[in-house]
């Protein structure tokens, strides 16, 4: 378990270090005060988790969260004091997989690091296409083919598109759809599922303000529309 710190408080990064210490003990901690730097450490560390502060010296979090999301959908943890919903929505509108608020319980904080690597490295049933009107996805490689246009997918993406695709024609609660991608559906999950499906949504919609693809069953779920 390798988990890399992207924060300026070292009193912070010493605290993360001791609990995440509590859940795996051979846990190796990469730190770094620099945004800059986190996402040269992204690359070439290959962390299983990133912990991410907004408020860093020399370039905004939001601005490395965008970069690391160009090469790598390894799980992203945005740690802040920062508590506007603003905020909240472009961190998972840029691809955090949680968002969490300073200062957090301990507990809490290992839960939720729990919940996204599992999730994250949870795999896909393999087996044959899957195909939906002018859409495949293959399990097996995880590639989304619409119109056959190769549609690049993050890794919760994909678990997302092939859980609506295997039920394909029914409704998918927002639980089972938050069970089967992270492995749990606490209302924190919940708020990113939307987020993701928006983003699934501008790849694939043609107008994602009014999806024909993806439709929203309002206080229940997604399903597919009918091809």
Request: hydrophobic share 40%.
């Amino acid at each position: 378990m390798k988990v890399l710190v992207i924060e300026d408080d070292a009193q912070i990064v010493e605290s993360l270090a001791l609990t995440l210490q509590i859940r795996w003990p051979e846990v190796q901690v990469v730190s770094t005060h620099l945004g800059v730097e986190g996402v040269e450490l992204a690359e070439s560390e290959k962390p299983n988790v990133i912990i991410l502060d907004l408020g860093l010296p020399d370039m905004s979090g939001f601005d490395v969260l965008k970069q690391i999301r160009l090469f790598s959908s390894v799980p992203l943890v945005v740690l802040t004091v920062r508590t506007e919903e603003d905020n909240i929505f472009k961190a998972l509108e840029l691809g955090a997989d949680d968002y969490m608020v300073k200062p957090c319980g301990r507990l809490e904080l290992l839960a939720r690091i729990s919940v996204r690597t599992r999730g994250s490295g949870s795999k896909i049933s393999g087996g044959l296409p899957i195909y939906y009107g002018s859409f495949c996805f293959n399990p097996s490689t995880r590639q989304l083919l619409c119109h056959n246009k190769e549609v690049g997918l993050t890794t919760i993406e994909a678990h997302i598109i092939h859980c609506l695709m295997k039920n394909a024609g029914q409704v998918v609660t927002y639980s089972k759809l938050a069970e089967e991608t992270w492995g749990d559906n606490d209302p924190g999950i919940l708020d990113s599922l939307r987020v993701h499906i928006r983003r699934l949504r501008q790849k694939v919609e043609l107008d994602p303000d009014h999806p024909q693809f993806i439709v929203t069953k309002p206080g229940t779920g997604y399903s597919l529309a009918k091809p």
